[in-house]
């Protein structure tokens, strides 16, 4: 029903930026809210970021505040990730997902159970 593509990692020195691509296509129009993860090689993939579409203030992880800006284009179904100030730390696999049907009581952006949809990742490696 969705597709998601990430697009944009790469290899970047600390204190470097980086900008993050998600591109969905399919059902779009019935997504809530949109998020990015990451996953550390042997570490639980974490939460990162995430916006609504339907109004609200975007939800950050507390790692990234005051660095990461998550943004999205609905015209264009994209949602972006601003990394600035990057450090070794963040270096992950990093996906983009959507939420098209609300899981929990309450809206939790924050909590991987809320997401439906998932991309295959993009590789962001940050060097000290």
């Known amino acids: 029903q969705v597709q998601l593509v990430e697009s944009g990692g790469g290899l970047v020195q600390a204190g470097g930026s980086l900008r993050l691509s998600c591109a969905a296509s399919?059902?779009?129009?019935?997504?809530?809210?949109m998020g990015w993860f990451r996953q550390a090689p042997g570490k639980e993939r974490e939460f990162v970021a995430s916006i609504s579409y339907s109004g609200g203030s975007p939800y950050y992880a507390e790692s990234v505040k005051g660095r990461f800006t998550i943004s999205g284009d609905n015209a264009q179904n994209t949602v972006y990730l601003q990394m600035n100030s990057l450090k070794p730390e963040d270096t992950a696999v990093y996906y983009c997902?959507?939420?098209?049907?609300?899981?929990?009581?309450?809206?939790?952006?924050?909590?991987?159970?809320?997401?439906?949809?998932w991309g295959q990742g993009t590789q962001v490696t940050v060097s000290s």
């Open positions: 399919g059902r779009t129009f019935s997504s809530y809210a």
């Open positions: 997902a959507s939420i098209h049907t609300l899981h929990n009581l309450h809206f939790a952006p924050w909590d991987i159970s809320e997401y439906d949809y």
